[in-house]
């Protein structure tokens, strides 16, 4: 009628193969919830900030992540923008550091489209 501790404790660890399984079941399910509550939205914002700074412009109003608001006059290449920040004042700046443009400038017109443009005042001033 007494079993001995040991027997007692080998015949319990038979059946611990369904139970390992529910065990690590919540932290899945902490996993998934932290994916679609955090990562998921994290993703979606880096890719729009890469779409907003891929679209900047000359003429654009924007504010750089160290709080510098300034006009741009002048798209470097794809890594890096000048822009001004008071009259004479041109600052190049990397485009991964611009936190958010605030409005946007009129688009750079082509040399085709300002010669068109001109041509028209010179035919107008001729007559």
């Given at each position: 009628?007494?079993?001995?501790?040991?027997?007692?404790?080998?015949?319990?660890?038979?059946?611990?193969?369904?139970?390992?399984?529910?065990?690590?079941?919540?932290?899945?399910?902490?996993?998934?919830?932290?994916y679609f509550l955090i990562?998921?939205?994290?993703?979606?914002?880096?890719?729009?900030?890469?779409?907003?700074?891929?679209?900047i412009r000359r003429g654009?109003?924007?504010?750089?992540?160290?709080?510098?608001?300034?006009?741009?006059?002048?798209?470097?290449?794809?890594?890096?923008?000048?822009?001004?920040?008071?009259?004479?004042?041109?600052?190049?700046?990397?485009?991964?550091?611009?936190?958010?443009?605030?409005?946007?400038g009129e688009p750079a017109?082509?040399?085709?489209?300002?010669?068109?443009?001109?041509?028209?005042?010179?035919?107008?001033?001729?007559?």
């Amino acid at each position: 009628m007494f079993i001995t501790p040991a027997f007692a404790q080998a015949a319990a660890a038979g059946g611990d193969t369904g139970s390992m399984l529910m065990s690590l079941l919540p932290f899945a399910l902490i996993f998934v919830i932290m994916y679609f509550l955090i990562l998921r939205p994290q993703q979606k914002k880096v890719k729009d900030h890469a779409e907003l700074v891929k679209n900047i412009r000359r003429g654009d109003t924007i504010v750089t992540s160290g709080g510098m608001v300034g006009k741009v006059t002048k798209v470097v290449d794809d890594e890096q923008i000048e822009f001004e920040i008071s009259d004479g004042v041109r600052v190049r700046q990397m485009r991964t550091m611009i936190a958010g443009v605030r409005t946007k400038g009129e688009p750079a017109k082509d040399k085709a489209e300002k010669a068109d443009i001109k041509a028209v005042k010179d035919d107008s001033t001729a007559s």
